[in-house]
């Protein structure tokens, strides 16, 4: 039952069509609809706020996850398959087709977007990497962005090798005036702290799963963001550039 | 040597009164000047984000709190000591007098703004909290984003007894368009998800220390939301409450 | 707005009293407080479980507990407060009066009854402890489960000195067909494995807080209790005595 | 030696067959018998209370685990081989025939039952699942339960999509009267809570090996059920359907 | 019912003075006492390996402890106190008076003895120390390795300050042919190792709760024991001299 | 050079064969020698107590294996090659013959005596395990301990079906006079502590990494071994067979 | 702009050929230039401390390390691929052919210095392991330390089979008068705390992630290292071996 | 007896002053005592490389500390103790009188030194320090370092405020060529990172026990110490200001 059937029931009931105990009933179920629909568990995102729905296809076969895909491209706008491969790619286009569906590999990520939901142009966010092996996370938090209506200013790899590798990207992020950074970072995790001393945006650390021994798997530099003095510093799980990317594109929407 | 003295040099090397050798020397003295001035460390951030100076007084003494804010107040245009009680109000008044000086004790809060730093009218942000343990740490948000120049809309104790004690503070936050909400909540911490799922602006999920046996001492909660699937949550350490205000103020400024 | 508002409105629509849009208005304004009363977060659990809501004295004061325990107990049926010395009793009866309020020493409970709530006679379950420091555990679950109507047969301190200390409890349970067994041990916590091989019921284990060096607090008989082989014995958290028994209330409820 | 042998020797001493001395040594060698096969370490449990014995396969090989099956089977009535593939129904098949064999390769598992042990119409569970990954471990819950006799009323990715997709099954699991409600999920593992939020019996949460950085194997999921609020909510370790779907079994027989 | 009443049983029923029926429902309760007196779960073990029955004091007021101690002591040959200061001593004597009770403050133990239980000469064990603050464990393991009957052979602080400070105790050990060598130690807890690597005896390491950083709490020296590379070397849990006293006296005395 | 190389020096000295010079540099030598064969670091052990030298197969190719094999079989009179299979057995007696080397496939172990060092009739131990999987550790030890010289009595898969199972090798193992019981058992670790209650000599729990969940990996053994009540339980760590079939030699061997 | 560049703007304000401004302006991006180029974060080290760049070639493909160092190399002097086999070499020398390229199998390092960066003679350090599987980690400090100029004298796999193995290299090292000794030991990680008493220079230990059960992966060794009371005892992370060789080398620098 | 002494044996012997068994006598009780000054376990460090014995005073009472430090004190040239108060002052110069006796409350230190032990002059060493909060930790390095001859440079609270506040004393550390840099920090503990990536000389870490939430009591410290990529950078235990000052003093001592 939709708002428009609650509307037939108060027209009916005006028009004496229906008696007041079976608009009554009538309205109670519609109650649980409501609840369904309207309340907190609708996670029909896309509708709302530009998330796209996401499918991570890690620990899925490509068989499995194309089925998945099959079954919830007719009710969703956007679907995201993250950690995904060309074979899924092959797989999702083998069943829907190439129409709407683009494969992101740096992102790890098949997007389908078949009513155009992608966004546009709701504002700027930076994506900056720690070491070489942060980019795929990097470029997962960046996507979202992108597909959230967000441009990403990108500055991978500025943990090493003389300041300006981080200066430069990081002035060109302020020139621009970004709504925050995410910061990617694995080992001891402390770009983010440094960032977050230099700019006055807030910023999104993403400890990344690169790291041995004590603190190995992430665990480390997730502990050194948590800890940081710096204020403006917040954090997503080991790994979660997808979270990252879609709180970045939030903040930027609303700034916009 | 500040920029003026820089100005100096070369305005006497023009003139004549220098030769270029000591306009190097004395400019290379300058560069570790600006080094400290303008860049990375300089943590003098009041100047730049608003964000004060904060001295943690858990785990000094009144006298030894007194003795930091009485060498750092002339320096800094405000300082804020955080988890304190009255007893230090009562060791920093009688040392430095009680001009600019509030003691907010729901933020087991001193605020100390000699030269009128706390900002105003930068924006809106709402705080939640499960419980009614979780209160002290909201305030200790609340009252850093206030200081920063938000206008924060509390709804505290939500996460029990009936939906509309959640509902109704979070209605408010919307239709006052806050830039971002923060949910402080102990135990299972499930609540920060809740409200991710029912707003389409960030969540600053702040775990709090409350809880027991597996995941005691907050760690329960903080694994919670870093797992949570529900897009647009980042997290702050345990009863971090200042950083999550910060942050908040952060986001709220930049959408100003 | 209550059901009788809901009728209200739909009687005045029906009269002509009030027109479509502004019943349709009144009916929407209606929804968010059915959500409220009626839907997931709705904790007024006594209404339809006989749960009664609990206050956890831990970590407050006498005064802030009795003045949470004033301004709920006009809502609530039943209020119980955990974890609460004789100090908190003498609070609360200064405040509310003795009249519906019951203290529980061993089980370290406070019961606030004003509407005789506490049910009767829905059934029986059984509460074991391997040890004397586990019985204040095993007497909140035991409490919590007369409130809610069940009969508990108790066996304390049956870990030691010989089976008949385990077995005669363990047969008058049987006996009596209780519906389900608590059994509440810390160290290494494997007594409830031991009675969940020798029973035809479910068993709650309820690790406590008792224990040492690796695995102290209660973690290792946590751990014991989830590695257990034996199936029929599900856990709780360490201490949760609580949760226990109304876990085990629910079930005798639902035999009878 | 038996009871009856027991009763055979009484009567023999009665009769003057035997003399006080043999008596007394032939019953003695009939106690440590009882013991074996009357207390607390005899597990055949299935002659008791209709829990199937379980052989985990995972980390056996198939020729391994056909062995234990081919020696135990002549000894027990009902056997369950969890975590097993089709290679393993292969091996068994081939040493001791398809008699009374079935795989379910959904719940991974292999059902041998030669006597007719499987019961029957003991009550009703609910089993429900957060995601599409968290369904094998429901599946081995469920099939488990309907081995000992449930009927098991299912309600998978549920988590996520629209609250409607978890009030559907739940409304119908609320109708058919359910003894209780498992509910398998991984990652912030909330659903349980919810759960136990909204229905008035007993929630058997399982958490899954489903997540990654800090809380990761499930390690998150279980804290989070462990630290719930909601009363009524008990768990099991990590992928433990086996247990779950045994627990609730018990707890509906009983209300049988 | 004893072994006595059995054959009394039986006797009566070759007079003719018991019919079989009576005769068999006699034996069948005589099974249950059976099973308490004689198998698994008795643990008057005094009675059987000399361990004699104790009590944790730590966490027991000096009342709750005596009143255990006085319900216990006429069933019990022997009781020990452990964890205990002279207030509890004092209790104990005013409750059941001074006789057989002697208070052992360097292990902080009370031992009961009413029965002469206290064996003798069964054996030597040798105990070490690595440093001064493992004594009181150390005393606690030689304490209970003497009521049980050995001549306990000390060393104390044997760490540090020169190996002969180490080689001299361990050359009269092995002179007086110890059976074993406890060896206590905290931080890293390497003295076990060594001490395992130069005797031909087994070799019981005690980790102490003596440690800070990472490994405090007698983690870190748990942790070096298990690894240790030296066979010989078992463990027993942080600070259980107890446990480690009672095992080498075992050892002892089935050398003995 | 050995004590009586010393005296011979200092005779050849005293009869003039030796200047002063050259005896003392002899005696120096003498001191490393010493220094070296009686204390701290002679790990020549199987010179000593029996305990043979074992080389850790697992992470070293079969090449590497039989290399160090090949490299240290002069200098030792028997080495032990542990987690072995068949092809370090092909590899080791290609490389020195099949003369005194044996492969024992289910304790997965290579032992190459050639001087006849495997001992004889030191005395009698019992090794039992909980399940199936905990065999090959349970292996491990019992061969240990029978190269030491001792009579290893199994009970395998002790821990489920019936009491019977555990108490009749547990009485041949009594009936023996085993000098002590070794006890393997993974998931919940439940059995050594059982056993332990039941022996009246020492027990050797060998936690296997066997389970899953919280406590994974064998810690949860470890964890209820470590924290068991029970007196007389001693541990090594997870999956270590080895130390615990040396240290029962060690006791077997100072019994006998 | 280089300092030079610095230097031609003061000359041509000196030589009026800029005014003030143009040379203000100009400097200031010299600011920034200066900060990225001589400060805080340049990366540079192999210039100034002669630590070579290292690339960690684990987790990454022949070909992705290949373009890597193909892209660094032009500007590095010196750069270290660590964790390489020699499949790593020929991607390498295939894309820069084999000029100042070595591979050092034995510390699974590649070394390619174009510039003669390799120091030479400015000290000596020693490098000791435990056990025969701490090798690699030890070839990779003693290689780095060499490649810095240090002469690395080496005693392996003298934790076991007499004293002489370990006092042998030891007194060798100490006569040779190194620096400062690196200890690399996995399983208890005892040798590092053994060396650090017998030696009067810093020792820096290396856990190794050898060892299981409770502390595997290194952590118990880890541990005991940092519990260790041995003054003079300093630790790496687990396996880097790398820094424990950089910081040795830097230590004999300054001595030298 | 010294070497000499052995010398003097031998020469006795040549010249016929002693028989051969006397000879043997005194070299035998020679060895022990070689074993004892000369080899593993000799801790008279003081004697060779100048670190004071050191007692730590934390849980001992002052009256069980004064009493230790009378004992040793005769046998060592030096005591330092740690982590002590004036009452442990009061209570040691009470007994031993106030010769050579120091108090040093910043370091929380008792330094006697009766036979001027306190070395001079052998290099120079910084410390640095976060925040205020690790200053006793950096006192009781420089303190300790300063005993062994150092001269210490501090540099404390140098990580917030400015870059000038680390590189002032940064740079007169390098001008006045210090050995090596002690760094002490606890929450994020990135400083030692960043002064490691500045200076040329090798920097020890040491965690200090200030943090919260994730990674408390020094453990997020620790592992952001461990994880750092910088290379030069060795750690210590957490708070463990001593082992940090002796190690940077040896480090001193050997340039020197």
Same mark, same amino acid.
């Given at each position: 039952?939709? @708002?428009?059937?609650?509307?037939?029931?108060?027209?009916?009931?005006?028009?004496?069509?229906?008696?007041?105990?079976? /608009?009554?009933?009538?309205?109670?179920?519609?109650?649980?609809? *409501?609840?369904?629909?309207?309340?907190?568990?609708?996670?029909?995102?896309?509708?709302?706020?530009?998330?796209?729905?996401?499918?991570?296809?890690?620990?899925? %076969?490509?068989? $499995? !996850?194309?089925?998945?895909? =099959?079954?919830?491209?007719? $009710?969703?706008?956007?679907?995201?398959?993250?950690?995904?491969? @060309?074979?899924?790619?092959?797989?999702?286009? *083998?069943?829907?087709?190439? @129409?709407?569906? %683009?494969?992101?590999?740096?992102?790890?990520?098949?997007?389908?977007?078949?009513? +155009?939901?992608?966004?546009?142009?709701?504002?700027?966010?930076?994506?900056? %990497?720690?070491?070489?092996?942060?980019?795929?996370?990097? =470029?997962?938090? !960046?996507?979202?962005?992108?597909?959230?209506?967000?441009? !990403?200013?990108?500055?991978? @790899?500025? +943990?090493? !090798? +003389?300041?300006?590798?981080?200066?430069?990207?990081?002035?060109?992020?302020?020139?621009?005036?970004?709504?925050?950074?995410?910061?990617?970072?694995?080992?001891?995790?402390?770009?983010?702290?440094?960032?977050?001393?230099?700019?006055?945006?807030?910023?999104?650390?993403?400890? %990344?799963?690169?790291?041995?021994?004590?603190?190995? +798997?992430?665990?480390?530099?997730?502990?050194?963001?948590?800890?940081?003095? /710096?204020?403006?510093?917040?954090?997503?799980?080991?790994?979660?550039?997808?979270?990252?990317?879609?709180? /970045?594109?939030?903040?930027? *929407?609303?700034?916009?």
């Amino acid at each position: 039952m939709t @708002d428009l059937d609650a509307r037939e029931v108060l027209e009916k009931l005006a028009a004496g069509e229906l008696d007041i105990d079976a /608009a009554e009933r009538l309205l109670r179920l519609d109650y649980v609809e *409501k609840i369904g629909n309207h309340t907190v568990f609708d996670m029909s995102r896309e509708c709302r706020s530009g998330i796209p729905e996401v499918i991570y296809a890690e620990g899925k %076969t490509p068989e $499995k !996850a194309g089925e998945i895909v =099959e079954r919830l491209i007719a $009710k969703k706008g956007m679907l995201v398959l993250s950690r995904a491969s @060309d074979k899924y790619y092959e797989e999702i286009t *083998k069943r829907i087709g190439t @129409d709407g569906v %683009t494969y992101k590999p740096e992102a790890r990520m098949i997007v389908i977007d078949r009513r +155009g939901c992608v966004q546009e142009n709701i504002g700027r966010i930076g994506v900056l %990497t720690a070491g070489t092996s942060d980019i795929p996370v990097a =470029e997962e938090a !960046a996507t979202i962005a992108e597909i959230m209506g967000c441009e !990403a200013i990108r500055g991978y @790899d500025v +943990g090493v !090798a +003389g300041i300006h590798r981080l200066l430069d990207p990081l002035k060109e992020m302020i020139r621009q005036d970004v709504a925050c950074v995410i910061v990617v970072a694995g080992m001891e995790g402390a770009l983010p702290s440094v960032v977050a001393g230099m700019v006055g945006v807030p910023v999104i650390g993403v400890p %990344t799963s690169v790291g041995y021994g004590l603190g190995a +798997g992430g665990i480390g530099a997730l502990t050194t963001m948590l800890q940081s003095c /710096a204020p403006g510093l917040v954090v997503v799980n080991i790994d979660n550039g997808f979270n990252a990317g879609a709180t /970045a594109a939030l903040i930027a *929407k609303h700034s916009h």
